[in-house]
């Protein structure tokens, strides 16, 4: 999974706090992705961006959840107010363009514990 | 919305026997992947498919678009400690509209090899 960086790889945070979840995309890439995991199941596909712009949010919740891909730095994911049920492993993907024939590549994730 | 279903959901198999999974679901894709992901990792891509029917192979891993457009079969032969894992199928979903790659992932069929 070289290329996609995601920082931090473990992330806990207690019920209530904000949770900030980072995403560099491979050098040239400018389409990212985010899904989220939970244990057993397959990944599920939350918001996709370009730089400076969101293109696809359906499968973000619309309350506490955003994200961002700025002109200058990585993407973030942003949980507010978290839950239990926001414990999950989320991964970034990316892709130089948009189309079936670009791949996404995935990042190792970040694994958020919630107490 | 839709739906990849994967079987078998796990397989124990000894060391050098060939392993086949497969992967269905009830709407056509127009695009099939595969995916291997090892414990604490992202997706890695092994496979993509763009042709109903098409077959093709990347080392011991050889998966078949289905003619239907509503399968996908990934063998692997020969298999080793390494191949150990869980594979995901996955396809753009055909409703996040036309360029777009919001993917859908299956459940993943979990891999052991027995040495």
């Known amino acids: 999974n070289a290329g996609v960086m995601q920082n931090p790889r473990h992330l806990v945070r207690r019920r209530g706090q904000e949770a900030r979840l980072r995403c560099s995309p491979m050098?040239?890439?400018?389409?990212v992705y985010w899904y989220r995991q939970l244990p057993e199941e397959g990944l599920k596909f939350m918001v996709y961006?370009?730089?400076?712009?969101?293109?696809?949010e359906s499968g973000m919740p619309k309350e506490r959840f955003s994200a961002e891909f700025p002109k200058e730095g990585p993407s973030i994911l942003r949980i507010q107010q978290v839950v239990r049920g926001d414990s999950a492993a989320y991964f970034c993907?990316?892709?130089?363009?948009?189309?079936?024939?670009?791949?996404?590549?995935f990042g190792d994730g970040t694994r958020l514990s919630i107490l | 919305g839709q739906q990849l279903n994967q079987s078998p959901q796990s397989m124990f198999i000894q060391e050098g026997e060939d392993v086949s999974m497969n992967c269905t679901s009830s709407?056509?894709?127009?695009?099939w992947l595969w995916y291997k992901q090892d414990p604490g990792e992202g997706p890695v891509l092994l496979i993509a498919l763009y042709k109903a029917g098409e077959l093709t192979s990347n080392g011991r891993l050889t998966a078949q678009f289905g003619i239907t457009r509503k399968d996908s079969f990934l063998n692997i032969s020969a298999s080793i400690p390494s191949d150990v894992g869980i594979y995901f199928c996955a396809g753009p979903s055909s409703y996040s509209g036309a360029g777009s790659y919001q993917l859908t992932f299956g459940k993943g069929t979990k891999l052991s090899v027995i040495p």
């Open positions: 961006l370009q730089k400076e712009n969101i293109i696809d």
């Open positions: 709407s056509i894709f127009n695009t």
């Open positions: 993907a990316s892709s130089p363009n948009r189309g079936v024939d670009q791949p996404q590549h």
């Open positions: 050098k040239g890439h400018s389409h």
